[in-house]
């Protein structure tokens, strides 16, 4: 649990990761709704930003910290609203869609654990 909490700030930022797929399903369903130019400007300013931030998570920066806990808690109930209508009111499904909701499952698993660290006090002074 010690080794854990100890280097928390290294697995947040790999687990960050997986966000990439998320911005790539809003760049899909963008593309469908807005058009390609929409979808590529999207995609060109979130991509950066999410880059610096996993950074920053790396290095154990405090403010990325707090973006990282809003961004899962916004996350984790936006994924738990759209995998229910997935289950329940989708009739057919591609295989696209069914990877990213397989993502979404993954990221909704790990959200709440690294919820639970990131706000353990020793892991709070840790941070920078």
Partial sequence: MVRVTAR???????????????IMYLMVLLFFVA??????VAGAVLAPLLSYHIIMLYYGNARHRKVQLYLMDLHLALSVASIARALFWNSGTTAVFMSFLFIRMLLMLGEPILIYFLTD????DQFQ
């Fill in 8 to 22: 928390i700030h290294i697995y947040t930022a790999y687990f960050s990761i997986l966000y990439f797929f998320e």
């Fill in 121 to 124: 006090r020793t892991v709070i």
């Fill in 35 to 40: 058009g390609s130019g929409s979808a590529l």
